[in-house]
């Protein structure tokens, strides 16, 4: 019986604490203190707006991405209209320059002829040449056809009958602008450069010509003085390249 005595007072220990619990679990709680209780209030709406964020943010994200979207199909709407025009643009400017290169290759046979024939290799001497071309007219072709076409069919017509009854031939002179006064010079094609000296430069800007303008002006006071000397083309040439005509007393 004494061997008994410490079993049962354990067993009337945990019997003690077993009230003691029950007890505790029959009371209500009891109240939070306010500052804990506010804290919890604060943590409690900050947790609903988070979920309401994560509610909500697939909606989001789908309408910006839908926008997005309609704004790519919108600019390739944009782009494709454009790049058709722009494309219509390139094929009629390569109409365009396909016609001009036609043209030019029929139009200036002679002129690529007569580079070939000088030789050009480079830019200068393309210039050179270029320059050498100003005032060169075509000697051949349908045009040329039809202008002696042209002449021999009014050839009866061209000549006139004077008062002595003798046939008149009208001479015919190349004006410049419709100038009668200023008979347009004739250039050959065989000259290179200036046609006063063979320079590399043009007519207008030779060194010589002042020199030529006072010779025809002192043929000109000789004419009108009545002198018999007249000086012909030829020998003005050759006064350019030797020296200048005494003026006659």
């Known amino acids: 019986m004494a061997d008994q005595n410490p079993l049962w007072n354990r067993v009337a220990e945990l019997e003690t604490q077993l009230q003691r619990v029950l007890n505790l679990l029959g009371q209500p709680p009891e ?62 400017l390569k109409r365009v320059v396909c016609k001009t290169d036609d043209r030019v290759a029929q139009s200036k046979n002679w002129a690529q002829a007569e580079l070939r024939w000088q030789g050009v290799k480079d830019l200068p001497s393309a210039i050179m040449a270029a320059d050498r071309l100003v005032g060169f007219s075509v000697t051949n072709g349908p045009d040329l056809d039809r202008k002696k076409k042209d002449s021999g069919r009014d050839k009866g017509k061209s000549s006139k009958t004077g008062r002595d009854g003798k046939f008149k031939k009208k ?76 003026k006659h007393a």
Not at 53 to 79: C, H, K
């Open 31 to 92: 109240p939070l203190p306010p500052a804990l209780f506010l804290q919890a209030e604060t943590l409690r709406i900050r947790v609903d707006a988070v979920q309401r964020a994560a509610n909500a943010m697939p909606n989001a994200v789908e309408a910006r991405v839908g926008s997005v979207v309609d704004d790519v199909n919108i600019l390739r709407d944009t782009m494709d209209v454009k790049f058709g025009a722009l494309q219509d643009k390139v094929n009629l």
């Open 171 to 246: 001479k015919k002179e190349v004006t410049v602008s419709g100038n009668k006064d200023i008979v347009q010079p004739t250039f050959d094609k065989s000259k290179k450069g200036c046609y006063l000296c063979n320079g590399d430069h043009r007519m207008r800007d030779c060194p010589k010509r002042e020199k030529l303008n006072a010779l025809v002006a002192d043929t000109n006071d000789e004419d009108d003085e009545g002198g018999s000397t007249r000086v012909n083309s030829l020998q003005l040439l050759s006064a350019l390249q030797e020296k200048p005509l005494p």
